[in-house]
């Protein structure tokens, strides 16, 4: 089976502290991403990367950064975390960016972070 | 950014009733996926379709794409409590990246 490992389930930070949240794929899946989940909006997504080193913004990019130096792991990075930031996060990888049937995009179980 | 409209946001029934729950959009989709997603864990892709007019089943799930590819729908036969959880579709606009909608939570009550 694949499996998505995201290594914190649930974290809490400081505001302004650097946040690391790390993501571990073993399908060797070309592309990787990183959507956060809030209620009411949905999964909304921050980064995703198509091969090593590659990186594209989402949607919401600002306040994050990403780091993907091997194949398997996708790191997001808060920077200087902020309260609005408090939210689950959720990586997700897939072998073809576009999906068609047959296709599939599997998720981890989400690290949920707040921030105070 | 494309948006997706699910409806309804909550969805509260008894086990064994049916249900039916919809994925809108303005905008045509290339292909759309639904998801559960259960407490504590993420999203589980159950079905993606691709051709306008598809029709996909998995046991008392049924899966329809519209006509016009703009909208979705999945209906549920004798739910049950396992069925419990939040429903998301997912759709591909043209070859941008994937776009979720903001879900239907479900509650089968025993």
């Known amino acids: 089976d694949v499996k998505v490992t995201q290594s914190s389930r649930y974290l809490v930070k400081r505001t302004g502290e650097k946040v690391f949240l790390e993501c571990v794929q073993d399908m060797d899946h070309e592309n990787m991403f990183w959507y956060r989940q809030d209620p009411g909006l949905g999964l909304r997504l921050i980064y995703f990367s198509y091969d090593v080193k590659m990186k594209e913004k989402g949607d919401i990019p600002e306040g994050y950064s990403v780091s993907r130096e091997k194949k398997e792991r996708f790191s997001l990075i808060l920077e200087s975390a902020s309260t609005n930031q408090t939210s689950m996060y959720l990586c997700?990888?897939?072998?073809?960016?576009?999906?068609?049937?047959?296709?599939?995009?599997?998720f981890g179980e989400g690290s949920w972070l707040t921030v105070v | 950014t494309q948006l997706l409209e699910q409806s309804p946001q909550f969805l509260s029934i008894q086990e064994g009733e049916n249900l039916t729950v919809y994925c809108n959009s303005s905008s045509v989709f290339s292909s759309l996926q639904w998801y559960r997603q259960e407490p504590g864990e993420g999203p589980v892709l159950l079905v993606t379709?691709?051709?306008?007019?598809e029709v996909k089943k998995l046991k008392r799930l049924t899966f329809q794409f519209g006509d016009a590819r703009k909208d979705s729908s999945l209906h549920i036969t004798a739910a049950q409590t396992g069925d419990t959880g939040l429903y998301l579709c997912a759709g591909f606009f043209g070859n941008e990246k994937l776009t979720f909608g903001t879900g239907t939570r479900l509650t089968i009550i025993p």
């Open positions: 997700a990888s897939s072998l073809e960016q576009v999906p068609v049937s047959g296709n599939t995009i599997y």
């Open positions: 379709v691709v051709t306008g007019g």
